[in-house]
């Protein structure tokens, strides 16, 4: 048997997020040489925002299936949301666009930041690594199963189930409850 020693990146994890990031690089060096046409800043901006999910889409295809694997595609998927709050936000300030445009008012950019951090935190609150309750390490996480509630820790290979009292069991322990 395998020995866990928790949540750390396998080196093809590793190999996929290098080659994500030379294409990347390749992107926007294109874009800031200006051989590609239009307005720099939206066009760098406009590349970052789907990059979590390209990452995302090259770890499900090239990666092997497994507990970790679904886990970072979770965090990944939810990263657009943080990314395009932090983009809004520096639209709003308008200081990068050469001529002044109207802006929409103060509390409509405040309501539309609040709504993309508000889903980008309940998403993460939900896929951060609790204490395991049989090794007490903070590496259990979410299978990718919400309305099951299971968990898995990367730590002791424990398979565990959300009870009916709130409390965390064996997932055969689970099944016969």
């Known amino acids: ?6 949540l750390h990146p396998t080196l093809r994890q590793l190999m996929i997020v290098v080659a994500f990031s ?14 590609l046409p239009g307005v720099r800043g939206v066009i760098i901006a406009m590349g970052f925002l789907p990059s979590p999910l390209v990452l995302a889409w090259m770890l499900r295809r090239l990666d092997r299936p497994g507990p970790i694997r679904e886990w970072a595609c979770s965090i990944l998927g939810l990263m657009p949301f943080l990314i395009f709050a932090a983009w809004w936000s520096w639209l709003m300030t308008g200081r990068h666009l050469p001529t002044p445009m109207r802006m929409p008012p103060t509390y409509v950019s405040i309501t539309v ?7 980008f935190a309940n998403g993460v ?5 609790v204490r395991c309750p049989t090794c007490l390490r903070f590496t259990s996480i979410p299978t990718g199963r919400r309305r099951e509630r299971t968990r898995w820790c990367a730590s002791c290979d424990g398979r565990f189930r959300e009870r009916s ?3 965390w ?3 055969a322990e689970g099944d016969s409850a």
């Open 1 to 6: 048997m395998r020995k866990l020693h928790g």
């Open 22 to 35: 030379a294409v990347l690089s390749a992107a926007v060096a294109l874009v800031v040489r200006d051989e």
């Open 113 to 119: 930041v609040a709504a993309f951090l508000v889903v």
């Open 125 to 129: 609150i939900e896929l951060i690594p």
């Open 165 to 167: 009292d709130g409390t």
């Open 169 to 171: 069991g064996l997932e």
